[in-house]
């Protein structure tokens, strides 16, 4: 058998695993479970991890404007799928709103309820992600000329006007000013989202085993040298941009659908920071490491965890040191050991099929010393 | 004009915070080339450390331990998370500085239950009430320029005309040069640190006497706006950051008073975005050429 | 390297994996060992973040609460009531995750939470669950107004904006107010928005601005209300920007009279308006001193307690929203009863008919979810003494 047969077989059998476990949890535990709960947020973080590495890890693009882009996506989620029949009470500040459509609701007119309203608000997310998209085609004219650190803290200070966009008042009629959006369809359990994020997971690698994402590696390693080879430098980081952005948007929308509230506090640079740190556990250039580090991340704060900040974990009753926040403090310490000692990450800049090639790799040169 | 004055006072007094903040930022980038988000975590903790010092002291013991504790602070964060990168790639070293700002911001957190720490007038003379040109206001509020501007005037002699001045100016023109002539780098390094934190905690003090408490965000915001306004004076130059603070700080209490509230921290960042784009270099700053 | 990685990352896994686990079974083993049945009512409140303060202070009035009642009779059975307290971070992102803890504690009914956001994004998952919720503080309404289990037993915005609106306009003889609120925050924006109706139908003017989150300086603020020609400024902010508010009005030479809403009547803010020239008036949903005897037994409980004194802020100042925690635990109690089962289906059905006579006043809810209330408290900072004193009780037409 050939490695790359091998490989695509464990890839199979890993997903197929993966896919079923998920499935299992849906149909044994009810969706308010904490594990469900749990689950619908990794993946959001895993497809917006994703979506960072594929910029910074991958194209050396060193953006923190992940939390504007999605922001964008999940507002234009909400504001296309919340039923008409709702407007009036979601927007009460606005007398119901300047539009008056919904999508799922359109669409479930032709399509039946069901299909329907599920292609509706797969459309709305896709909308969500090609307006992020276009914010950052129009964002990366002028901000892509910067030089590392430059770019980094410009793109922060996009995401920070688009927030104080979205809460003016003048806007109010679209946005909901400062007030919540909500009453939106979600999905309640959480396979949809493990197929959704798994989906666009898989059209990011895709694209990062393409030329494209070979001339993304090239910029990354050696910025002069990629030019010299012949790559169009501004075209393909605009590109990066643009693309690492749609996947930020859409990602922004599944966040919208778990949170059931939309708000635009919630998107400030902290997020983007979370997700950054997320991305270097799991190793800066791993896309699979992206996903295993979400994952990691998100059970172990939001569940696993929770002991450290209540007074007892591990059995141990101490709630003078286990109070409030101590939870964070760990897991601040254990990412600056990560940044300092383990800057690989997991799974450095190798994916999941990867780990099969060490022993290959060994064998071959034994074989090239005789 | 007579309207607008309050704000102008204003002003310049946020502006003067910012500009002791923003020359943490302008010192570091200059010699490290790295933005050292962790500034304004720092900035907070100096905060802290004076609500819990002048809790339980009088203010004249309190506050040089204030500055002592920051000062300490900033040589730790060097010398633990930046000096092992320093032959790292630079996005290592600014994911590091991101990584501290966590840090810092979760044991904050930790200490304090996640509660904004109430601060009790720790120097009540400051923070008495005068009366200036019809306006009025705390006095702390004119003390900050007049402070900013002999601490900035005391550091301008410190870097022109002492050793330690000349070896940062050197470090900061070429490292790796410096290095070959002698000057030991990790001491120069920490001397930076040692002055931006000295800097931010008395930012710090004058910022919190006017506030009523302390909360573990409260160095986010003025640390981003106080970077920008070292960017906007041209990084690297001390003269540059203290200018583009006092203007930002105008700017943002001028748009307030035209009405424009909402977009007042929006603002600050619209003018980063144009000013990195049309003079990456800043007002002051030093035109630099890319080396292959 | 990165093999011992691994082996770090999987033994963290497995042991956290283990805490939970062994967490959880002592909780189901307890009540076997001292033969008492335990029931749990889940309090969703904000620990941490800009609403911590506030959400300290309402868990302290169900601990008190459930220090002196702490058994329950269902069905002739004596049942022993846990509190479970998990923080929902004042942020909604960390709200629907809270909720499923709590779930997955097996509570059979939830208090809280102080401030709507949070509730709001608590309360689906608490849909789902079918467990009823009751909201103690969370005065948008919206809460309620969409979701089937929520119900709450104190006032909604639209009644204590234009409650102030009118106080202000005919009890003040404010005819310009100026009206403040952070931006993003729907609390804010929601009262805004009823009181500057209210205020305007009434004939007044009403001048609107926001600030950034984060803001800390109000000088510039309290200069545009006063060259606007306010009489009043109206800011239902949070704790923290109510102390700023009044602070740089004092500083400022502010004139006219500081509204606030329910989420100023804490002592924190009247300590900061002590000894400064500040006329501030809030609204509340109770008054210390309205039942000396509940004043008297949660002093003694907080000075005893240096926890609890901590989390009220230093002193044993009564805040409203503790006594209204108070109520709540025991409507919650009630409701209980009622069902005759701790199963949350049960005292869902319960919940809607519970009539309870609290010291904040009578608990009675509408087909909605809301409580029945027709009145507000409002009380002034005394600047000398450094406590609230009461003005009048104001109703709305």
């Given at each position: 058998?050939?490695?790359?047969?091998?490989?695509?077989?464990?890839?199979?059998?890993?997903?197929?695993?993966?896919?079923?476990?998920?499935?299992?949890?849906?149909?044994?535990?009810?969706?308010?479970?904490?594990?469900?709960?749990?689950?619908?947020?990794?993946?959001?973080?895993?497809?917006?991890?994703?979506?960072?590495?594929?910029?910074?890890?991958?194209?050396?693009?060193?953006?923190?404007?992940?939390?504007?882009?999605?922001?964008?996506?999940?507002?234009?989620?909400?504001?296309?799928?919340?039923?008409?029949?709702?407007?009036?009470?979601?927007?009460?500040?606005?007398?119901?709103?300047?539009?008056?459509?919904?999508?799922?609701?359109?669409?479930?007119?032709?399509?039946?309820?069901?299909?329907?309203?599920?292609?509706?608000?797969?459309?709305?997310?896709?909308?969500?992600?090609?307006?992020?998209?276009?914010?950052?085609?129009?964002?990366?004219?002028?901000?892509?000329?910067?030089?590392?650190?430059?770019?980094?803290?410009?793109?922060?200070?996009?995401?920070?006007?688009?927030?104080?966009?979205?809460?003016?008042?003048?806007?109010?009629?679209?946005?909901?000013?400062?007030?919540?959006?909500?009453?939106?369809?979600?999905?309640?359990?959480?396979?949809?989202?493990?197929?959704?994020?798994?989906?666009?997971?898989?059209?990011?690698?895709?694209?990062?085993?393409?030329?494209?994402?070979?001339?993304?590696?090239?910029?990354?390693?050696?910025?002069?040298?990629?030019?010299?080879?012949?790559?169009?430098?501004?075209?393909?980081?605009?590109?990066?941009?643009?693309?690492?952005?749609?996947?930020?948007?859409?990602?922004?929308?599944?966040?919208?659908?778990?949170?059931?509230?939309?708000?635009?506090?919630?998107?400030?640079?902290?997020?983007?920071?979370?997700?950054?740190?997320?991305?270097?556990?799991?190793?800066?250039?791993?896309?699979?490491?992206?996903?295993?580090?979400?994952?990691?991340?998100?059970?172990?704060?939001?569940?696993?965890?929770?002991?450290?900040?209540?007074?007892?974990?591990?059995?141990?009753?101490?709630?003078?040191?286990?109070?409030?926040?101590?939870?964070?403090?760990?897991?601040?310490?254990?990412?600056?050991?990560?940044?300092?000692?383990?800057?690989?990450?997991?799974?450095?800049?190798?994916?999941?099929?990867?780990?099969?090639?060490?022993?290959?790799?060994?064998?071959?040169?034994?074989?090239?010393?005789? | 004009?007579?309207?607008?004055?309050?704000?102008?006072?204003?002003?310049?007094?946020?502006?003067?915070?910012?500009?002791?903040?923003?020359?943490?930022?302008?010192?570091?980038?200059?010699?490290?080339?790295?933005?050292?988000?962790?500034?304004?975590?720092?900035?907070?903790?100096?905060?802290?450390?004076?609500?819990?010092?002048?809790?339980?002291?009088?203010?004249?013991?309190?506050?040089?331990?204030?500055?002592?504790?920051?000062?300490v602070l900033g040589f730790l964060i060097e010398r633990v998370a930046y000096k092992p990168l320093r032959s790292a790639p630079r996005m290592s070293l600014m994911i590091s500085a991101i990584g501290v700002s966590y840090?810092?911001?979760?044991?904050?957190?930790?200490?304090?239950?996640?509660?904004?720490?109430?601060?009790?007038?720790?120097?009540?003379?400051?923070?008495?009430?005068?009366?200036?040109?019809?306006?009025?206001?705390?006095?702390?509020?004119?003390?900050?320029?007049?402070?900013?501007?002999?601490?900035?005037?005391?550091?301008?002699?410190?870097?022109?005309?002492?050793?330690?001045?000349?070896?940062?100016?050197?470090?900061?023109?070429?490292?790796?040069?410096?290095?070959?002539?002698?000057?030991?780098?990790?001491?120069?390094?920490?001397?930076?640190?040692?002055?931006?934190?000295?800097?931010?905690?008395?930012?710090?003090?004058?910022?919190?006497?006017?506030?009523?408490?302390?909360?573990?965000?409260?160095?986010?915001?003025?640390?981003?706006?106080?970077?920008?306004?070292?960017?906007?004076?041209?990084?690297?130059?001390?003269?540059?950051?203290?200018?583009?603070?006092?203007?930002?700080?105008?700017?943002?209490?001028?748009?307030?008073?035209?009405?424009?509230?909402?977009?007042?921290?929006?603002?600050?960042?619209?003018?980063?975005?144009?000013?990195?784009?049309?003079?990456?270099?800043?007002?002051?700053?030093?035109?630099?050429?890319?080396?292959? | 390297?990165?093999?011992?990685?691994?082996?770090?990352?999987?033994?963290?896994?497995?042991?956290?994996?283990?805490?939970?686990?062994?967490?959880?079974?002592?909780?189901?083993?307890?009540?076997?060992?001292?033969?008492?049945?335990?029931?749990?009512?889940?309090?969703?409140?904000?620990?941490?973040?800009?609403?911590?303060?506030?959400?300290?202070?309402?868990?302290?009035?169900?601990?008190?609460?459930?220090?002196?009642?702490?058994?329950?009779?269902?069905?002739?059975?004596?049942?022993?009531?846990?509190?479970?307290?998990?923080?929902?971070?004042?942020?909604?992102?960390?709200?629907?995750?809270?909720?499923?803890?709590?779930?997955?504690?097996?509570?059979?009914?939830?208090?809280?939470?102080?401030?709507?956001?949070?509730?709001?994004?608590?309360?689906?998952?608490?849909?789902?669950?079918?467990?009823?919720?009751?909201?103690?503080?969370?005065?948008?309404?919206?809460?309620?107004?969409?979701?089937?289990?929520?119900?709450?037993?104190?006032?909604?915005?639209?009644?204590?904006?234009?409650?102030?609106?009118?106080?202000?306009?005919?009890?003040?003889?404010?005819?310009?107010?100026?009206?403040?609120?952070?931006?993003?925050?729907?609390?804010?924006?929601?009262?805004?928005?009823?009181?500057?109706?209210?205020?305007?139908?009434?004939?007044?003017?009403?001048?609107?601005?926001?600030?950034?989150?984060?803001?800390?300086?109000?000088?510039?603020?309290?200069?545009?209300?006063?060259?606007?020609?306010?009489?009043?400024?109206?800011?239902?902010?949070?704790?923290?920007?109510?102390?700023?508010?009044?602070?740089?009005?004092?500083?400022?030479?502010?004139?006219?009279?500081?509204?606030?809403?329910?989420?100023?009547?804490?002592?924190?803010?009247?300590?900061?308006?002590?000894?400064?020239?500040?006329?501030?008036?809030?609204?509340?949903?109770?008054?210390?001193?309205?039942?000396?005897?509940?004043?008297?037994?949660?002093?003694?409980?907080?000075?005893?307690?240096?926890?609890?004194?901590?989390?009220?802020?230093?002193?044993?100042?009564?805040?409203?929203?503790?006594?209204?925690?108070?109520?709540?635990?025991?409507?919650?109690?009630?409701?209980?009863?009622?069902?005759?089962?701790?199963?949350?289906?049960?005292?869902?059905?319960?919940?809607?008919?519970?009539?309870?006579?609290?010291?904040?006043?009578?608990?009675?809810?509408?087909?909605?979810?809301?409580?029945?209330?027709?009145?507000?408290?409002?009380?002034?900072?005394?600047?000398?003494?450094?406590?609230?004193?009461?003005?009048?009780?104001?109703?709305?037409?």
């Open positions: 058998m050939t490695m790359q047969k091998k490989k695509t077989i464990f890839t199979t059998v890993v997903l197929a695993a993966l896919l079923a476990a998920c499935v299992i949890v849906d149909l044994t535990l009810p969706s308010f479970h904490i594990a469900v709960t749990v689950i619908k947020k990794a993946t959001v973080y895993a497809l917006v991890a994703a979506s960072m590495n594929l910029l910074n890890g991958f194209t050396g693009l060193f953006s923190l404007g992940q939390a504007g882009f999605m922001l964008l996506g999940a507002y234009a989620y909400g504001v296309l799928t919340i039923p008409v029949a709702k407007r009036a009470s979601v927007y009460q500040y606005f007398d119901g709103g300047a539009i008056q459509f919904s999508l799922p609701e359109i669409f479930a007119g032709f399509l039946g309820d069901g299909v329907g309203g599920v292609v509706g608000m797969l459309a709305a997310l896709l909308v969500g992600g090609i307006l992020a998209a276009l914010m950052a085609y129009l964002i990366g004219l002028p901000v892509l000329r910067l030089k590392s650190d430059y770019l980094a803290i410009a793109t922060l200070g996009f995401a920070e006007i688009l927030r104080a966009f979205f809460q003016w008042n003048a806007l109010g009629p679209i946005t909901n000013g400062s007030n919540l959006l909500k009453s939106y369809p979600t999905f309640s359990k959480a396979t949809p989202y493990v197929v959704l994020a798994g989906v666009m997971i898989a059209v990011i690698l895709l694209l990062i085993n393409s030329t494209y994402g070979r001339a993304f590696k090239a910029i990354r390693d050696d910025e002069v040298a990629a030019e010299a080879m012949g790559i169009n430098l501004a075209r393909h980081k605009r590109l990066a941009f643009v693309i690492s952005s749609f996947f930020a948007g859409i990602g922004g929308g599944m966040m919208a659908m778990y949170m059931g509230t939309i708000a635009a506090a919630p998107f400030k640079s902290s997020l983007t920071y979370e997700i950054l740190l997320i991305v270097v556990i799991g190793g800066i250039g791993s896309i699979s490491g992206s996903v295993i580090a979400s994952f990691l991340y998100i059970f172990s704060s939001e569940w696993l965890l929770r002991g450290l900040d209540s007074g007892e974990f591990l059995g141990i009753s101490a709630p003078g040191l286990f109070k409030n926040g101590f939870r964070m403090a760990v897991f601040s310490v254990i990412i600056m050991v990560i940044v300092l000692f383990f800057r690989r990450g997991i799974m450095g800049d190798k994916e999941l099929p990867d780990l099969l090639d060490r022993r290959e790799r060994k064998h071959k040169k034994e074989a090239a010393g005789k | 004009m007579q309207e607008m004055f309050p704000y102008f006072l204003n002003g310049i007094s946020v502006g003067g915070q910012y500009a002791l903040i923003a020359i943490g930022y302008t010192l570091v980038y200059g010699i490290l080339r790295l933005i050292n988000f962790a500034h304004g975590d720092v900035f907070m903790v100096a905060g802290l450390v004076m609500v819990y010092a002048t809790a339980s002291m009088p203010f004249y013991i309190a506050l040089p331990l204030v500055v002592l504790a920051t000062v840090l810092i911001q979760n044991m904050a957190f930790y200490i304090t239950g996640g509660v904004p720490q109430p601060v009790s007038n720790p120097i009540p003379w400051i923070s008495e009430n005068v009366t200036i040109l019809g306006a009025s206001t705390k006095r702390v509020t004119i003390i900050t320029p007049i402070l900013t501007i002999l601490l900035v005037v005391a550091l301008v002699y410190l870097i022109n005309h002492t050793k330690i001045g000349m070896a940062m100016r050197a470090a900061a023109k070429d490292f790796e040069t410096a290095q070959l002539m002698g000057i030991k780098i990790n001491k120069v390094i920490s001397m930076t640190f040692i002055i931006g934190s000295f800097l931010a905690a008395v930012g710090s003090m004058l910022y919190f006497t006017n506030y009523p408490s302390v909360a573990i965000t409260s160095g986010g915001m003025p640390g981003l706006k106080a970077f920008v306004a070292a960017v906007f004076g041209g990084i690297g130059s001390i003269p540059g950051a203290v200018v583009g603070a006092f203007i930002i700080g105008l700017c943002e209490e001028v748009i307030k008073g035209l009405g424009y509230t909402t977009f007042s921290d929006a603002f600050t960042f619209a003018l980063l975005i144009v000013v990195l784009c049309v003079k990456p270099t800043g007002l002051f700053g030093e035109k630099v050429t890319d080396k292959v | 390297m990165k093999k011992l990685l691994a082996c770090t990352l999987a033994l963290v896994m497995a042991l956290s994996l283990a805490a939970c686990g062994g967490k959880q079974a002592p909780e189901g083993e307890a009540p076997a060992e001292n033969g008492d049945k335990v029931v749990r009512i889940g309090v969703f409140e904000p620990q941490t973040g800009d609403n911590g303060a506030g959400g300290k202070q309402e868990i302290l009035g169900m601990q008190y609460a459930n220090s002196i009642q702490p058994t329950v009779d269902i069905g002739g059975e004596t049942y022993e009531v846990k509190l479970e307290i998990v923080d929902n971070r004042t942020s909604a992102e960390n709200g629907p995750s809270a909720a499923a803890e709590l779930v997955n504690r097996d509570v059979s009914i939830v208090l809280g939470s102080y401030g709507s956001g949070v509730s709001m994004a608590g309360g689906k998952v608490f849909e789902e669950a079918g467990i009823p919720a009751v909201g103690v503080t969370c005065t948008n309404p919206q809460v309620t107004a969409d979701c089937s289990v929520y119900h709450r037993i104190c006032f909604t915005d639209p009644f204590q904006g234009p409650a102030l609106a009118s106080y202000a306009y005919d009890g003040l003889g404010v005819k310009t107010a100026y009206v403040l609120g952070m931006l993003g925050s729907d609390y804010d924006q929601g009262l805004m928005y009823y009181f500057t109706e209210a205020f305007e139908a009434l004939g007044g003017t009403v001048v609107s601005e926001e600030f950034p989150e984060g803001t800390a300086n109000f000088v510039s603020y309290i200069n545009n209300a006063k060259s606007a020609g306010a009489g009043a400024i109206f800011a239902p902010v949070s704790i923290n920007y109510a102390q700023l508010i009044v602070e740089a009005a004092d500083a400022q030479g502010f004139e006219g009279a500081l509204l606030g809403s329910d989420t100023w009547d804490s002592n924190m803010v009247v300590e900061s308006a002590k000894g400064k020239n500040a006329d501030v008036f809030v609204t509340t949903f109770y008054q210390e001193g309205g039942n000396p005897e509940f004043d008297d037994g949660i002093r003694e409980w907080i000075n005893a307690n240096a926890d609890a004194k901590t989390n009220n802020g230093g002193n044993d100042m009564v805040a409203a929203v503790t006594a209204m925690g108070y109520d709540a635990y025991f409507t919650a109690l009630e409701a209980i009863k009622a069902a005759g089962s701790t199963d949350p289906k049960a005292v869902l059905e319960a919940l809607p008919s519970v009539s309870y006579e609290g010291i904040c006043g009578h608990i009675e809810f509408d087909e909605v979810g809301d409580a029945k209330r027709d009145s507000a408290f409002i009380k002034t900072a005394n600047t000398e003494t450094g406590v609230w004193d009461f003005v009048k009780v104001q109703s709305v037409q």
